[in-house]
């Protein structure tokens, strides 16, 4: 595997990097598709005789029906990107990787020729487009993180790097969003996205594994290109294998790690971790600081029209600027990195003081938990702030926090939780989040209506929700100091 597997290896990393940048989370550049979608006046007879042309010289008035219409849809298509994981996660899962690709290649093919020859007679297809869309690019991700067990000590690093290229893909609009004032219609280039589900049946059949990749990594194992007759079995073998050794040696149960160590425990069911503490602060973590994302997001438009006071240019200019500083995948892997050198650390403190190997790498988590919300918090004093030229740094702060935050969801869950259920939980985690995402909705209502376009007191509660996510590295710190102090009081 050393002459031959790196090579295989790295060549399925950097695709898969391609895949996710390219594709997978391209709901994100949703404030560009917009300005598209205005200048081709989608839903624009919502607005009556109150608004101007998207093209006037003087700017567009802000027709208040529009965008609820638009940021109803961003809803439904942030709402069905998290919701529908743990059904996808159950799919992977089940079904292994080969399914779930095709599964994702269906998905994100359909949506793409919906979008392709929509107009605006007919833009209620977007409904139907974006669920659709954002369902086959999360199941791309799904299958995709798994190319950090390829990789042993810098797995974290790997995933995060992956998150960080999901985000990033939301710049794939906004070169749809610069093509388009060149005169490139957006017909032709959705069809080309569509035309590119050719190279993703070649990769899930040439790059990729029909099962699942294991870890820790056996001898000789081999996918994809390499992989010879009976590499299902062999695959189903090794995994049966290797989660035996990852409940022994990264992921053990308490009982497992305290001294009565012969006996055989039985594993744990997948619902005692999903009702466990551990995972419901995480989940109000995750929701809480995604759904102050989303709403930004969905609401970007909106909110620099006013401040821009209607000058189309200049929300062309903030809405290109947004769009160019989403590249996730600059800052995520640092945030991996450091999650890696911390685990490297304590395990050498480990191996002196006989601490549990789980309270060492959710030890590793603490530092990136506590700085994505950290980045959140500063991200969110910086919107609540109406002075245009401050939201270049809004912008900055933002995608660093959203790299950060999935980085760290994915890389937690690995982490603290047997890699058996891995996909139930993320899934579980992400349609549950899904849940709280929908509040998005009326508040943007409330904002729009009783608060006349004024923020403040939706930021302010924004900003004390984020400070209650500081509970949950707090509550994994304290977890990680009782284990050292006392192994057997590992539960």
Known sequence: ??????????????????ECLGFAG??????????????????????????????????????????????????????????????????????????ARLIAIFFYTTATLIIAFTSAGSAVLLFLAMPMLTIGGILFLITNLQIGNLFGQHRSTIITLYNGAFDSSSAVFLIIKLLYEKGISLKASFIFLSVCSTWHVARTFLLMPRGHIPYPLPP????????????????????????????????????????????????????????SRRFAWHLVWLSVIQLWHYLFIGTLNSLLTNMAGG??????????????????????????????????????EARKTGSSTLAVALCSTVPSLALTSLLCLGFALCASVPVLPLQYLTFILQVISRSFLYGSNAAF?????????FGKLFGL???????????????????????????????????????????????????????????????
Request: proline share 5%.
């Open 413 to 421: 869950l690995t982490i603290a939780f047997p890699s058996e259920h």
């Open 26 to 99: 391209v709901l994100f550049g949703w404030p560009s598709l917009v300005f598209v979608f205005k200048n081709e006046d989608y839903f624009k007879e919502l607005c009556g005789q109150d608004a101007g042309p998207i093209g006037n010289a003087t700017g567009q008035a802000d027709c208040k029906a529009q965008d609820e219409r638009f940021s109803l849809i961003f809803t439904l298509g942030s709402f069905m990107n998290n919701f529908m994981t743990f059904p996808t996660g159950y799919i992977f899962d089940r079904f292994k990787t080969t399914v």
């Open 429 to 491: 985690v992400m349609a549950l989040s899904a849940v709280v995402s929908l509040l998005q909705f009326p508040i943007f209502t409330l904002i729009k209506g009783p608060l006349q376009n004024d923020p403040f007191y939706v930021n302010v509660m924004f900003m004390l929700a984020i400070l209650l996510t500081f509970v949950h590295p707090f509550l994994v710190y304290r977890e990680c100091r009782t284990w050292k102090e006392t192994p057997s009081a590992i539960a």
């Open 311 to 348: 000058d189309v240019a200049r929300v062309s200019t903030y809405t290109n600027a947004f769009a160019f500083t989403q590249f996730g995948v600059l800052c995520a892997p640092w945030n991996g990195l450091l999650m890696d050198r911390l685990k490297q650390k304590y395990q050498k």
């Open 220 to 275: 000789n194992y081999s996918y994809g290109l390499c992989s010879e007759n009976g590499t299902m079995k062999k695959e189903k073998e090794t995994a049966e294998h290797e989660n035996g050794e990852l409940q022994s040696k990264e992921i053990l149960s308490a009982k497992e790690e305290t001294p009565g160590k012969g006996q055989k425990q039985e594993p744990r069911s997948f619902w005692s971790y999903a009702l």
């Open 1 to 18: 595997m050393a002459g031959q597997g790196l090579p295989l290896h790295v060549a399925t990393l950097l695709t898969g990097l391609l």
